[in-house]
């Protein structure tokens, strides 16, 4: 016998849950607000993320987190509560004008921001003392140069937010951080219970408060479903606490979680518990599940009809996994993404300037648009290539694209493109940029990219043309031998030329670079950071950053270890998250004291310093001589 319910009213809320980004709307709920509206659904969005930030970033805010300082023993104090509780007075007074400052409302500010004699300054500043100048100049200069002002303004006052953060940490709740983009995948659980445990602590300031923003929502939009996206494990235990208090508010309200920590940590689902919290639970591209989940409820469908959708049995109580195949709409098919709802004039505009690429990341409101769904190489033995959200490939006319793109900008009046794709195909992108030119469209954009030969000069200077100012790729471990274990489909010599052409056509470019990739060994890794080297020297790259190998699940390497030389370590039981996977490497590597020199070298680097010096300087232990030759990049550019 089939289940059809009741005809029910559907009224969408989609939530971005804390700690997503700040400086602009993570698009998620853009782009299914979008849909939904396409499709004649009533359907609205607000992001947490930041009014949870603004709100604790307030005076009053400030005031409400001394009150906790003062309930803290004192052997509880670090160095940050203690400079906290010293200026407090100093940080009520300054708090909400830095905070005009950074949104933009402000720009005067920055002369006194900039003088050093305005913001109180606490642990974070220390970083500062690096910048040293033997000549008795401002310290500051070789790290900020001709940028001017407001960008050291921007730095300082970024650095006095990340204070706060630190007392938020270090006295009320440790999971605290304004970003968590950099979580590791190894914090995901593979039982609930350490997640059931917190939920049901008591709430600390920032769960009360992240409660009644939810709650003003609720009274505000009066849902009838509440859509909620997780990016990564780091804002699990928010989006958990929003839909616990909507729950609270009131049961009959249909919570939905999704995201990319749901398509790759919850595919093999099986605690109950969950669904204490939340109705249901889908994966991978979330329009088809959601327009059958709709249906479902408005009384159009079967529950046995539902896609991709996890929920709890009603019966037996166990988790039941219901999918029928039905094609995914197609990504030409799935509307505008739509900023209505979203305060686009409070977002805040931080400045890292250790990485010009991290730069783009927190500074400037960035429209986030895909070009592509899905990854069209989709052989990197590292990635979740398994996965549908990577391995199902569609692209969308230029046409539409740009159409998408001139919407945008009438919602937004904003300029400013982040092209959010796995690696966005070089002939969408040559399609893209002749369209952009040929309806003067004057945006700027940039994007991941793969560093492969179709992206010739000529390609490079029209891409730039229509606004490229930025591109990423992964070189990973720069070593032809890795590259092709790693089925990257790109040489050393080859991605050397690549980036050349886009610097020299004025084009940012970032490489992402890994380390403890399986059989690498030391040698492999000294010659590696040589080659990087030789890139900056040579003008190819300007950015960078080492990230650590991780092994999961759905990648080649986690799904056949023996092809890579390493033993899968064996998993607990698992009932709630599963994706990252620790691995024994007969290299037997120190990978992490070998990772402190590589970060060491990165940074300066980046800012132009040591390109003439031994690579093995880097590192605080012995490690051999390179054996790359010395003008290797300089040989494969004049090819």
Not at 409 to 423: K, L, M, N, P
Request: hydrophobic share 40%.
């Amino acid at each position: 016998m089939t289940s059809v319910l009741a005809p029910f009213s559907v009224r969408v809320l989609s939530l971005i849950p804390p700690m997503t980004q700040l400086n602009t709307p993570y698009p998620s709920t853009a782009y299914l607000t979008g849909f939904l509206r396409s499709r004649g659904f009533e359907a609205v969005q607000e992001d947490l993320a930041l009014a949870l930030v603004l709100r604790l970033l307030s005076r009053q805010g400030l005031v409400e987190v001394a009150d906790a300082v003062d309930l803290l023993p004192s052997a509880q104090h670090t160095q940050t509560i203690e400079a906290f509780v010293e200026q407090h007075a100093r940080y009520f007074a300054t708090i909400e004008p830095v905070i005009a400052f950074l949104q933009g409302r402000d720009s005067t500010l920055a002369h006194r921001i900039a003088s050093r004699q305005y913001l109180p300054e606490g642990p974070r500043f220390a970083s500062l003392d690096v910048y040293v100048d033997d000549e008795g100049g401002d310290p500051l200069a070789w790290a900020f140069g001709a940028l001017g002002l407001n960008d050291k303004a921007k730095h300082l006052a970024t650095l006095y937010l990340n204070d706060l953060a630190d007392v938020l940490r270090d006295a009320i709740d440790p999971r605290f951080e304004f970003v968590r983009y950099g979580d590791s995948l190894a914090a995901s659980q593979a039982s609930f219970e350490p997640l059931a445990q917190a939920l049901a602590a008591p709430n600390n300031l920032i769960d009360d408060t992240l409660v009644g923003l939810t709650l003003d929502a609720l009274r505000v939009h009066q849902p009838t479903v509440v859509l909620i996206s997780v990016p990564f494990p780091g804002s699990v235990y928010a989006a958990f606490r929003i839909a616990q208090s909507v729950k609270a508010y009131d049961p009959k309200i249909v919570t939905l979680l999704g995201g990319g920590f749901v398509n790759t940590e919850l595919r093999e689902l099986t605690e109950p518990r969950v669904f204490d919290y939340f109705d249901y639970v889908t994966l991978d591209s979330g329009e088809r599940p959601l327009l059958s989940l709709l249906a479902y409820l408005q009384g159009q469908r079967s529950k046995q009809r539902l896609v991709r959708t996890f929920l709890r049995d009603t019966e037996s109580q166990q988790v039941q996994y219901i999918n029928l195949v039905e094609p995914d709409v197609p990504f030409e098919e799935v509307g505008t993404p739509t900023w209505d709802g979203l305060p686009l004039d409070r977002y805040l505009s931080l400045l890292d300037m250790l990485n010009p690429m991290h730069r783009l990341w927190s500074d400037g409101r960035w429209n986030k648009l895909t070009v592509a769904h899905g990854c069209y190489w989709k052989k990197c033995s590292f990635c979740d290539v398994s996965l549908d959200y990577i391995g199902r490939y569609e692209s969308a006319s230029a046409t539409v694209l740009v159409d998408r793109i001139e919407t945008i900008i009438q919602e937004t009046r904003q300029t400013g493109f982040h092209f959010v794709d796995e690696a966005a195909p070089p002939k969408s992108l040559k399609a893209l940029a002749t369209e952009l030119l040929k309806r003067d469209t004057g945006i700027s954009w940039w994007g991941n990219i793969r560093f492969e030969k179709t992206f010739t000069p000529d390609l490079c200077d029209l891409l730039a043309q229509s606004g490229c100012i930025a591109v990423s790729g992964g070189l990973e471990v720069a070593s032809d031998r890795l590259l092709n274990l790693m089925k990257k489909g790109v040489s050393v010599d080859q991605v050397a030329r690549v980036t050349r052409a886009f610097s020299d056509a004025g084009v940012l470019v970032h490489a992402y670079l890994m380390y403890g990739f399986p059989t690498q060994t030391v040698q492999d890794t000294v010659d590696a950071l040589e080659l990087v080297r030789q890139l900056f020297a040579n003008g190819c790259i300007q950015s960078g950053f080492f990230h650590r190998f991780t092994c999961t699940v759905h990648s080649p390497v986690g799904l056949n270890p023996e092809e890579y030389g390493v033993i899968l370590k064996p998993l607990p039981p698992v009932s709630f998250a599963k994706n990252d996977v620790l691995f024994t490497d007969p290299t037997g590597v120190d990978h992490a004291a070998l990772g402190v020199g590589l970060r060491k070298a990165i940074y300066n680097f980046m800012h132009g310093l040591g390109l003439d010096e031994d690579v093995r300087n880097w590192f605080d232990f012995k490690v051999p001589r390179t054996t790359v030759a010395k003008h290797r990049i300089e040989r494969a550019l004049a090819k």
